[in-house]
């Protein structure tokens, strides 16, 4: 069977991690389902300078879905629970609070609701700082609801000598957290 992945952009500063992320999945041979919201389309011009036309032309195997698109298939639990994870990258505070809520505003919300309820991992890369007490009540909500919070915190025993090899560690970690293998980062006390 393929391997599918859905990833989400949203808002946050760090549309980095989440081109990063298609990047190296679409480079395993994931199929992916990519979905951007309004917000995360403006910072990835802001941040990137690419528009999401550009991405469909970089990434002609990805498909990308409108967040409009709610009644698309990996909004259903019986379609959701053949793929090896979702993948929210950056994570807005915003769309966490939403996650954490329950509230469907649109196709990101309900991909997270369908992961929480069917088990699937749901690895959230959220990219804020400081946090605020809502925040941090948001994070807690949605681990304890089974998804991974993994903020946008580097470690910097790998010294690593880059941007790159600083986004290389967050998107490794969240591959880590999907069980899928990489080896974007020297890991701790690594002996190769």
Same mark, same amino acid.
């Given at each position: 069977?393929?391997?599918?992945?859905?990833?989400?952009?949203?808002?946050?500063?760090?549309?980095?991690?989440?081109? !990063?992320?298609? #990047?190296?999945?679409?480079?395993?041979?994931?199929? &992916?389902? *990519? =979905? +951007?919201?309004? /917000?995360?389309?403006?910072?990835?011009?802001?941040?990137?300078?690419?528009?999401?036309?550009?991405?469909?032309?970089?990434?002609?195997?990805?498909?990308?879905?409108?967040?409009?698109?709610?009644?698309?298939?990996?909004?259903?639990?019986?379609?959701?629970?053949?793929?090896?994870?979702?993948?929210?990258?950056?994570?807005?505070?915003?769309?966490?609070?939403?996650?954490?809520?329950?509230?469907?505003?649109?196709?990101?919300? !309900?991909?997270? #609701?369908?992961?929480?309820?069917?088990?699937?991992? &749901?690895? *959230? =890369? +959220?990219?804020? /700082?400081?946090?605020?007490?809502?925040?941090?009540?948001?994070?807690?909500?949605?681990?304890?609801?089974?998804?991974?919070?993994?903020?946008?915190?580097?470690?910097?025993?790998?010294?690593?000598?880059?941007?790159?090899?600083?986004?290389?560690?967050?998107v490794g970690k969240a591959l880590d957290n999907l069980r899928?293998?990489?080896?974007?980062?020297?890991?701790?006390?690594?002996?190769?």
């Amino acid at each position: 069977m393929a391997k599918k992945a859905v990833l989400c952009i949203t808002g946050a500063s760090g549309s980095i991690y989440g081109y !990063r992320l298609l #990047e190296v999945l679409d480079g395993m041979g994931f199929n &992916l389902d *990519l =979905i +951007v919201s309004t /917000a995360g389309a403006v910072v990835l011009k802001e941040e990137l300078g690419l528009s999401l036309k550009d991405i469909q032309q970089r990434f002609p195997r990805v498909r990308l879905v409108s967040e409009k698109a709610i009644a698309d298939s990996v909004a259903s639990g019986s379609r959701l629970i053949n793929y090896t994870g979702v993948l929210v990258a950056p994570c807005s505070m915003s769309t966490l609070a939403c996650v954490a809520n329950g509230i469907n505003q649109n196709l990101i919300h !309900r991909v997270c #609701e369908t992961a929480l309820k069917e088990r699937v991992p &749901l690895v *959230l =890369i +959220v990219r804020e /700082a400081p946090y605020s007490l809502i925040h941090l009540e948001n994070m807690l909500k949605v681990a304890r609801a089974g998804a991974t919070i993994l903020p946008a915190s580097p470690a910097f025993y790998h010294k690593p000598k880059s941007v790159e090899e600083i986004v290389d560690f967050i998107v490794g970690k969240a591959l880590d957290n999907l069980r899928i293998e990489h080896n974007l980062y020297k890991r701790w006390k690594s002996q190769d």
